[in-house]
């Protein structure tokens, strides 16, 4: 199992993004995984096993997102 991911939640992935960035952000939950790169904007999907198996870790929070929706 993932770990418990967030929209708002920001990860490092074990590989750099072209762009050199390897701090992304999560913007979508469901049956794929959004992540924006917080250094170039790039917008990709990933599958939670996807999202597992890249990622390195799971960083603190920075900005605290005031969920009312679900999706
Ligand atoms: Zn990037």
């Known amino acids: 199992m993932l770990p418990e991911i967030n929209i708002g939640d920001h990860v490092e992935?074990?590989?750099p993004h072209p762009c050199?960035?390897?701090?992304?952000e999560v913007v979508r939950l469901g049956a794929d995984i959004g992540l924006v790169c917080l250094t170039c904007q790039h917008r990709i999907l990933l599958t939670r096993r996807?999202?597992?198996?890249?990622?390195?870790?799971?960083?603190?929070?920075e900005i605290k997102v005031d969920e009312t929706g679900h999706e």
Not at 20 to 24: A, F
Not at 50 to 61: D, F, I, P, Q, W
């Open 20 to 24: 050199g960035g390897t701090h992304w």
């Open 13 to 15: 992935m074990r590989k």
């Open 50 to 61: 996807e999202l597992k198996r890249r990622m390195k870790r799971r960083l603190a929070k």
